[in-house]
């Protein structure tokens, strides 16, 4: 009976493991997730960044939300979503490092995008929160003006990586800059690395980016 009921239990829990499975089974609310994850946002604007209607990115997001995987609020006549709690963020990164795995073409594009940051240099979470406390070091973020809004490293500049060519007068040149990004999926940070060392600038980039700095429970900063 014990087996049995030892038995029950792993079917219950590996049943509970398959709903959230489910949940995220849709490329459309995996691109959600990752663009909830750079930070709180609008029905509206996930619909705008994942190309997606309204009532489509809506409908995803309620079904995100019965699982756990994000969290909603009301603020006046928006709705609102962030991430919700638990290794999400780590969740979503594995799934895609399991998708370079398994598919060659996947995994010969991610090598094709990259190869420029294989010869860069990058900067750990432990060296930059050192070179933080010292003030040795400008932080540059390269992402959307609204993802910076929404949650930054503390001190951070930034420059969206569109606009880098045309401001490099904003940065100090005294200091090393740190650039960073989203994640270690994207490359805007690598290649901003690359446009201010050709400009003659000291640079490197933080490859883990905003999420996992979030997800560690480091300090942020928003601006309102």
């Known amino acids: 009976m014990a087996g049995m009921d030892q038995d029950h239990r792993q079917i219950q829990f590996f049943s509970e493991v ?27 604007r996930l619909a705008e960044l994942s190309h997606m209607t309204i009532a489509n990115a809506s409908q995803h997001l309620q079904q ?49 995008s990259f190869r420029q940051q294989d010869k860069l240099e990058g900067v750990s979470r432990e060296e930059l929160l050192e070179r933080l406390r010292d003030s040795s070091v400008t932080i540059l973020d390269v992402r959307p003006e609204d993802e910076f809004a929404s949650g930054h490293l503390p001190g951070a500049v930034n420059i969206p990586y569109e606009e880098l060519e045309g401001r490099l007068s904003e940065l100090p040149r005294d200091n ?49």
């Open 18 to 44: 398959a709903e959230l499975a489910r949940a995220v089974g849709s490329a459309q609310r995996l691109m959600l997730l990752q663009h909830v994850a750079q930070g709180e946002r609008s029905v509206e």
């Open 64 to 112: 995100l939300k019965r699982a756990n995987f994000v969290q909603s609020r009301r603020e006046g006549k928006n709705v609102l979503y962030r991430i919700g709690n638990g290794p999400i963020i780590e969740l979503l990164g594995a799934l895609t490092q399991l998708a370079e795995f398994n598919r060659t073409e996947i995994r010969a594009l991610v090598e094709d």
């Open 176 to 224: 090393e800059v740190i650039a960073y990004c989203r994640g270690s999926r994207c490359i805007l940070a690598p290649d901003a690395v690359t446009v201010l060392r050709a400009r003659g600038i000291q640079a490197r980039f933080f490859p883990d980016g905003f999420p996992s700095w979030k997800a560690a429970g480091l300090a942020i900063e928003t601006k309102h």
